[in-house]
């Protein structure tokens, strides 16, 4: 791939994060002279009884649980901090007698500050990546054992699927399910500059965050925007999207990020590549 500089001195630069979750990507954007806007579309409403379930899961001794995959920080927050209540210590005693693998270093980031100790975090960092790794393993350390993900309840099934066919056995739990935000000054503003082509470029980070993105700002306009999909399922959302409008306005340009992390979509916005996939 041939890659050019993307210069982001004076430019404004958007994320579909909270303000809090884009504060590394504000610092790398501002780091080249750009502005960023953190752009919270979804909410994190936790399931209380899930994470029971969860628990209960990790703690069966009729039948051993071998691993727990996080494919998220927001999944480890909801299970510690937002289910999890006076029961951290226990999920932690749970997850000791478990390997625990983390889908993406900020994932492993806030096991760890949970407590918890990571054993894997595949190379790519998505649901994909986690079955490369698994396969990666062999039979012996796959075929016939248990693995439990606590995820959203809007995740689609590859995960499952793929270490189904690997011959594991596949417990998913929802811990969270994902709410469009409600609509915010930053929304507001980066209308308004949206209108005004004042936006360089924006960073959907996941479907839910696409999903969430088009209900708050539906006739959004994105042309001449430089658009970054984080993974292959944010790409799928962008194109799914795409494929429901009627109207050639609201056809987007996207590049999909080589590295499935917002630090890899900001590397890739610094030095993008030339290759795009269109609508």
Known sequence: MVYRRLSLKGKTVAITRSKEEAEEFARLVESEGGEAIALAAIKVVPDRLEVARLVGLLEDNREKCDYCAFMSAKGVRAVFELGGGGSADRIRRALDKVQVIAVGPKTAQELEKAGVRVAHVPEVHSSIGLVRMMEAMGPAAVAGRRIVIPRSAAADDYAAEGLGRLGMKVEEVFVYRTLTAARTPAWDRFARLLKAKKVAAIVFTSASNVRA??????????????????????SKELDKWQQQQQQHRCKIDYVESDEHTVEGAFRFLAFTGRRQRRG
């Open 213 to 234: 993105f088009f209900e708050l700002l539906p006739d959004a306009d994105l042309r001449g925007v430089q658009v970054i999909s984080i993974g292959p399922f944010t």
